[in-house]
């Protein structure tokens, strides 16, 4: 079957895990420092499957997968994220060359530092062309998908991703980072709401966010670590 002809889902159970569903590609990924700024390395692979659940709770003993802990520990999922669209949300920065939208929604993952500043910092200087391309990597790396970069003629310049999903390790700051879900898989809520379908979502899977399903870094002050 064709990846166009996939049925890829992610369907949040109510206090309970997400359940994935059309054979998404699965797999970890490393948050490793590169000079001032940061890059992704290759981690464990895990089992492909066509449906899987995956821990939203923070307990389970078989991360990244649930293994019923959710229930044991009593975990409130209640969702509580903002269902207005990126766009809605979005703060625009306007650059000489680029502009940025933002919509603070931060998973801590540091991608929006690199060599030569921050991308804010890059956007306002964009007029120099290493600037705006350095600008354009930050944005595109950010696994919140808080960050878009956008051509002054108001296109948006996004990475072409295939769907998949990739369980993010932060060692640099000793935790267990978020659900990082790529290529425009639809998100469906526990009351069955589809979330604006995005290229770039990070999800939280600490258990201790206070924008569920959508991870916020609380992962990073709670401590957590997975048990794998």
């Not at 002809?5 to 109510?14: C, D, E, L, T, V």
Request: charged fraction near 30%; proline fraction near 6%.
């Amino acid at each position: 079957m064709s990846k166009e002809k996939q049925n890829y889902k992610i369907k949040i159970q109510k206090n309970g895990p997400y359940l994935v569903t059309g054979n998404v590609s699965l797999s970890e990924k490393i948050i490793v420092p590169k000079g001032k700024g940061y890059e992704y390395k290759e981690g464990q692979s895990f089992q492909q499957a066509e449906v899987y659940a995956l821990c939203r709770c923070g307990k389970s003993k078989n991360p990244p997968f649930c293994d019923g802990s959710h229930e044991i520990s009593e975990f409130d999922g209640t969702e509580t994220a903002s269902k207005e669209k990126y766009i809605d949300r979005a703060f625009k920065q306007e650059g000489p060359n680029l502009d940025l939208l933002d919509d603070d929604r931060c998973a801590f993952a540091r991608f929006c530092h690199r060599e030569e500043g921050n991308v804010w910092e890059l956007t306002d200087q964009s007029d120099n062309p290493k600037y705006r391309e350095e600008a354009i990597k930050a944005a595109n790396n950010c696994p919140a998908g808080r960050l878009i970069a956008v051509d002054k003629e108001g296109n948006i310049i996004e990475p072409k991703f295939e769907p998949s999903i990739e369980i993010l390790q932060d060692p640099e700051r000793g935790v267990s980072a978020p659900i990082y879900v790529k290529g425009n898989i639809p998100i469906e809520s526990s009351e069955s709401f589809t979330y604006e379908v995005r290229n770039r979502v990070a999800l939280c899977r600490c258990g201790k966010s206070s924008n569920k399903p959508f991870c916020d870094a609380t992962h990073v002050s709670a401590r957590y670590v997975d048990t794998q």
